[in-house]
């Protein structure tokens, strides 16, 4: 099945500097990637979709200058989260959708565990 | 907007029995249906997909059903074992691609 990587899978940093997650599609070609976010015992909440190529689609109430997302190529997104803050220490999973339009699956990363002290 | 709502949120069973989470969803206007394993700090494992034009999968010891009409899907596991435990995620998507995510049932099967 469609492999979805993410890097790194958890990530301690301080309060004010940035951190990059990686989110890479191993197998196939991802037009559309997904970042999501997951707090302690609530579920999974979309923050932005992302095509190849074009600029990223933010939910409302994220902050897209915060939350930076690049999709460069058909395998790879990242996400910097800028001048990190305690509050948004969470759990951040990627998913990736390729070009198969019968069925839109999404295949989901393994997630990155982000503290922020 | 879509809302998608599991029930219960939390279920202890002994092993052996076969079990019943329900979710339910506000707007029946879905591309698809799916339901998700997660273990505690890990990442996702879909175990069903449902099509919007498809009425239930079937994997193993798990049965998924879908009633578009009713905005309600359930997942059925026969014979439970205690490596089922894991809390279960059903999310519904929409024509924006989008995933919406229930809270999860929190399933815990005790040998």
């Known amino acids: 099945g469609a492999v979805v990587s993410q890097h790194p899978s958890w990530v301690i940093c301080k309060s004010g500097t940035s951190v990059k997650i990686e989110c890479r599609s191993l197998?196939?070609?991802?037009?559309?990637m997904f970042w999501y976010r997951q707090f302690p015992k609530q579920s999974l909440m979309l923050m932005a979709t992302?095509?190849?190529?074009?600029?990223?689609?933010?939910e409302q109430g994220v902050e897209k200058d915060k939350f930076l997302i690049n999709h460069a190529s058909l395998t790879l997104s990242t996400l910097t989260v800028t001048s990190a803050h305690p509050e948004d220490s969470s759990f951040y999973i990627c998913?990736?959708?390729?070009?198969?339009?019968?069925?839109?699956?999404?295949?989901f990363g393994p997630g990155t565990r982000l503290t922020v002290t | 907007k879509q809302e998608v709502t599991q029930i219960p949120a939390a279920l202890s069973v002994p092993e052996g029995e076969n079990l019943v989470l329900n979710c339910s969803f506000t707007?029946?206007?879905?591309?698809?249906l799916q339901w998700f394993r997660q273990d505690p700090g890990k990442g996702l494992t879909s175990l069903l997909l449902?099509?919007?034009?498809?009425r239930e999968q079937t994997s193993g010891r798990l049965n998924a059903s879908l009633d578009k009409s009713s905005g309600r899907s359930t997942l059925y596991i026969a014979a439970s074992q205690p490596g089922d435990s894991a809390t279960y995620l059903c999310?519904?998507?929409?024509?924006?691609?989008?995933?919406?995510f229930g809270k999860g049932t929190k399933l815990s099967v005790k040998p």
């Open positions: 998913s990736a959708r390729g070009t198969d339009t019968s069925s839109y699956e999404q295949y």
């Open positions: 197998d196939f070609q991802a037009t559309t």
């Open positions: 992302s095509n190849e190529g074009s600029k990223a689609t933010y």
């Open positions: 707007d029946s206007a879905i591309y698809n």
């Open positions: 449902i099509q919007s034009s498809q």
């Open positions: 999310a519904v998507q929409g024509s924006q691609g989008n995933l919406i």
